[in-house]
């Protein structure tokens, strides 16, 4: 089976580099766009396989489309990444040593943190401690919304978490160096960020993970310990709108309504 | 995780001041394919490979950022020792990015060895449009451009800057999209080739003008410029006799490079491919 590049893929591809992550539905019409514009073959469940064409060009280029989750609402989304993970090499070459130096030590904060979010004040205290060339806060304030517009960081009420597309990015890399100070989800066993943690035996779960797996239980018990889960469980809204991407082996998770843990 | 340093913005200083290493780069560098040939011998595949890969995820990061990418960047950064099969390299990263992104690696400067990537792929009005700050940056661009042409390819800074004043954007005036527009216009958009900034001689104060840059000729063309001028104003292109002109005859000697008719109108510069939103105030032109 030769599986050929068209323009309908090059096309896919380009326009989902230029957004870096794109959300499934967008996706899903983006791919449709796509293949009537330059009369590829076309099934509305197929986009997987779509993506798999283009993964198996990009594989000796050490990219990838991959597909993962996002923290915060369960949607799937997809975003172009690297597979080396030897350094942040996407990044490196739009920030200062400082900067990354700055990112780093954001992230540690994230991961060790217990709701995975960093505090603005937090951060900015790093700024004069870098090792590499010592930053004012005003100038950390501003490396900051740079690395949110660039989305590698998100913001919330003045706090600082991973966005879905650098957790999608260096998942690896942070699973290998951070190791057991990474959380993983016991549900979709994925990295987790944010995480409701049961307090007696230690495991976590993503919050449309715990959402999904407690779905209308009225007493929520913890699997792995089965201790009483002491975590408000998240709403699932709807039936996420990908009807059919069952081919795929990735986890997803319902729409969650995103409730924060306490 | 090991960090690279980057310089945001290059250091002007440094450009004269490579006229001989370059020379002495071109040599080296521009050895005959049999020599190239050779020379790959005692290399392995794999060897190889990495580096074309290397080189093409360099490319695309820097294009991202509109950020046209020299030559010695890429020998410093990528090649390093593998610069007797650099011709091998850069070639194989070419085609590998008309393969598989239906992008064309486009020398603009082949003096300076200076390159940028184009689509081949025609760019569609409001295709998947993504409003974001960069977009935006697009339609003031896109704004620009139509006046200098329409000036007749050269235009004033003062002109252009009385012109954006009507839509108000002033050079001295920090905007809450464009932020700082004098830098924005005169320092980032020359730098990634969409304009030129020049010194009028003989004007005391300097005065400068402004022109089309090499990436604005190869993401757009007149003919667009200028539909894209007709629609605001709903007259017809030739209306313009001197333009349209110039339009047409632009677009008989580029066979290479996509029309951009095809499926509808596609106007003005462009991000990875949405095309330039029609949002910018039409006024003043």
């Given at each position: 089976?030769?599986?050929?590049?068209?323009?309908?893929?090059?096309?896919?591809?380009?326009?989902?580099?230029?957004?870096?992550?794109?959300?499934?539905?967008?996706?899903?019409?983006?791919?449709?766009?796509?293949?009537?514009?330059?009369?590829?073959?076309?099934?509305?469940?197929?986009?997987?396989?779509?993506?798999?064409?283009?993964?198996?060009?990009?594989?000796?280029?050490?990219?990838?489309?991959?597909?993962?989750?996002?923290?915060?609402?369960?949607?799937?989304?997809?975003?172009?990444?690297?597979?080396?993970?030897?350094?942040?090499?996407?990044?490196?070459?739009?920030?200062?040593?400082?900067?990354?130096?700055?990112?780093?030590?954001?992230?540690?904060?994230?991961?060790?943190?217990?709701?995975?979010?960093?505090?603005?004040?937090?951060?900015?205290?790093?700024?004069?401690?870098?090792?590499?060339?010592?930053?004012?806060?005003?100038?950390?304030?501003?490396?900051?919304?740079?690395?949110?517009?660039?989305?590698?960081?998100?913001?919330?009420?003045?706090?600082?978490?991973?966005?879905?597309?650098?957790?999608?990015?260096?998942?690896?890399?942070?699973?290998?160096?951070?190791?057991?100070?990474?959380?993983?989800?016991?549900?979709?066993?994925?990295?987790?960020?944010?995480?409701?943690?049961?307090?007696?035996?230690?495991?976590?779960?993503?919050?449309?993970?715990?959402?999904?797996?407690?779905?209308?239980?009225?007493?929520?018990?913890?699997?792995?310990?089965?201790?009483?889960?002491?975590?408000?469980?998240?709403?699932?809204?709807?039936?996420?709108?990908?009807?059919?991407?069952?081919?795929?082996?990735?986890?997803?998770?319902?729409?969650?309504?995103?409730?924060?843990?306490? | 995780?090991?960090?690279?340093?980057?310089?945001?913005?290059?250091?002007?200083?440094?450009?004269?001041?490579?006229?001989?290493?370059?020379?002495?780069?071109?040599?080296?560098?521009?050895?005959?394919?049999?020599?190239?040939?050779?020379?790959?011998?005692?290399?392995?595949?794999?060897?190889?490979?990495?580096?074309?890969?290397?080189?093409?995820?360099?490319?695309?990061?820097?294009?991202?950022?509109?950020?046209?990418?020299?030559?010695?960047?890429?020998?410093?950064?990528?090649?390093?020792?593998?610069?007797?099969?650099?011709?091998?390299?850069?070639?194989?990263?070419?085609?590998?990015?008309?393969?598989?992104?239906?992008?064309?690696?486009?020398?603009?400067?082949?003096?300076?060895?200076?390159?940028?990537?184009?689509?081949?792929?025609?760019?569609?009005?409001?295709?998947?449009l993504k409003q974001d700050h960069l977009t935006a940056r697009l339609g003031l661009l896109t704004v620009i451009l139509s006046f200098i042409y329409m000036r007749g390819n050269s235009a004033k800074e003062s002109d252009v800057w009385d012109m954006l004043k009507r839509l108000g954007v002033e050079p001295r005036k920090p905007h809450?999209?464009?932020?700082?527009?004098?830098?924005?216009?005169?320092?980032?958009?020359?730098?990634?080739?969409?304009?030129?900034?020049?010194?009028?001689?003989?004007?005391?104060?300097?005065?400068?003008?402004?022109?089309?840059?090499?990436?604005?000729?190869?993401?757009?063309?007149?003919?667009?410029?200028?539909?894209?001028?007709?629609?605001?104003q709903s007259k017809d292109p030739k209306t313009w006799s001197t333009q349209y002109s110039e339009a047409a005859a632009e677009v008989l000697s580029c066979s290479s490079s996509p029309p951009g008719d095809v499926g509808g109108d596609s106007q003005g510069p462009r991000r990875r491919k949405p095309s330039v939103s029609s949002s910018?105030?039409?006024?003043?032109?």
């Amino acid at each position: 089976m030769a599986a050929q590049m068209t323009d309908g893929h090059r096309r896919f591809l380009q326009v989902l580099m230029s957004h870096g992550i794109m959300e499934g539905s967008v996706a899903r019409t983006l791919h449709k766009d796509c293949c009537e514009i330059h009369k590829v073959y076309y099934a509305h469940d197929k986009l997987d396989d779509f993506i798999s064409v283009v993964n198996l060009h990009l594989q000796p280029l050490f990219m990838q489309i991959r597909k993962g989750m996002s923290e915060d609402d369960g949607r799937t989304y997809y975003a172009l990444v690297n597979l080396a993970e030897t350094e942040i090499t996407k990044m490196a070459s739009d920030y200062t040593e400082n900067e990354l130096e700055l990112f780093r030590k954001t992230m540690d904060l994230i991961i060790l943190s217990e709701s995975g979010f960093a505090s603005s004040t937090n951060i900015l205290n790093l700024a004069d401690q870098l090792k590499t060339k010592k930053m004012k806060k005003k100038e950390a304030e501003q490396v900051l919304q740079n690395l949110v517009q660039d989305k590698w960081l998100s913001e919330r009420d003045g706090e600082y978490t991973l966005h879905t597309r650098c957790i999608m990015e260096m998942e690896q890399y942070i699973l290998n160096n951070y190791q057991d100070l990474a959380r993983k989800c016991n549900i979709c066993r994925s990295l987790a960020i944010q995480s409701q943690i049961c307090e007696t035996c230690g495991i976590g779960m993503h919050l449309p993970c715990a959402g999904k797996y407690f779905k209308a239980q009225t007493e929520p018990h913890c699997p792995h310990c089965n201790e009483f889960w002491p975590h408000e469980i998240p709403e699932i809204n709807r039936p996420d709108s990908q009807l059919s991407s069952s081919a795929s082996t990735e986890r997803r998770g319902p729409s969650a309504s995103g409730t924060r843990r306490r | 995780m090991a960090p690279k340093r980057c310089s945001k913005w290059p250091d002007p200083s440094q450009e004269e001041g490579l006229a001989q290493e370059e020379e002495e780069e071109d040599f080296a560098l521009t050895q005959r394919s049999s020599q190239v040939q050779r020379n790959l011998q005692r290399l392995s595949g794999a060897q190889v490979d990495q580096k074309v890969s290397e080189l093409v995820q360099f490319l695309l990061v820097k294009d991202q950022k509109k950020i046209p990418i020299k030559r010695a960047d890429i020998l410093k950064n990528i090649i390093k020792d593998y610069k007797d099969v650099y011709p091998e390299i850069i070639n194989r990263a070419g085609r590998t990015l008309q393969q598989v992104f239906g992008l064309r690696l486009v020398e603009i400067d082949t003096k300076h060895h200076v390159y940028i990537l184009v689509s081949d792929l025609v760019r569609l009005e409001g295709e998947n449009l993504k409003q974001d700050h960069l977009t935006a940056r697009l339609g003031l661009l896109t704004v620009i451009l139509s006046f200098i042409y329409m000036r007749g390819n050269s235009a004033k800074e003062s002109d252009v800057w009385d012109m954006l004043k009507r839509l108000g954007v002033e050079p001295r005036k920090p905007h809450k999209l464009f932020g700082d527009v004098k830098k924005l216009v005169t320092v980032e958009f020359v730098q990634q080739k969409y304009l030129e900034y020049n010194r009028l001689p003989s004007t005391d104060p300097a005065e400068f003008e402004l022109q089309w840059g090499p990436r604005a000729a190869k993401e757009t063309s007149r003919m667009q410029i200028l539909q894209f001028v007709a629609k605001i104003q709903s007259k017809d292109p030739k209306t313009w006799s001197t333009q349209y002109s110039e339009a047409a005859a632009e677009v008989l000697s580029c066979s290479s490079s996509p029309p951009g008719d095809v499926g509808g109108d596609s106007q003005g510069p462009r991000r990875r491919k949405p095309s330039v939103s029609s949002s910018s105030p039409h006024g003043a032109l």
